[in-house]
């Protein structure tokens, strides 16, 4: 769609919107904890 990505939800409320970091999101996707 070409749109980018500004924000992220972490919950359900608008209080839990917050600025998306596509590294900090891949690194959590691989993190090996």
Do not use: M, R
């Not at 500004?6 to 209080?15: A, H, L, M, R, Y």
């Amino acid at each position: 769609l070409g749109v980018p990505i500004k924000f992220i939800g972490t919950g359900e409320k608008v209080e839990n919107l917050a600025p998306f970091d596509p590294q900090g999101f891949v690194a959590a996707l691989f993190a090996q904890e």
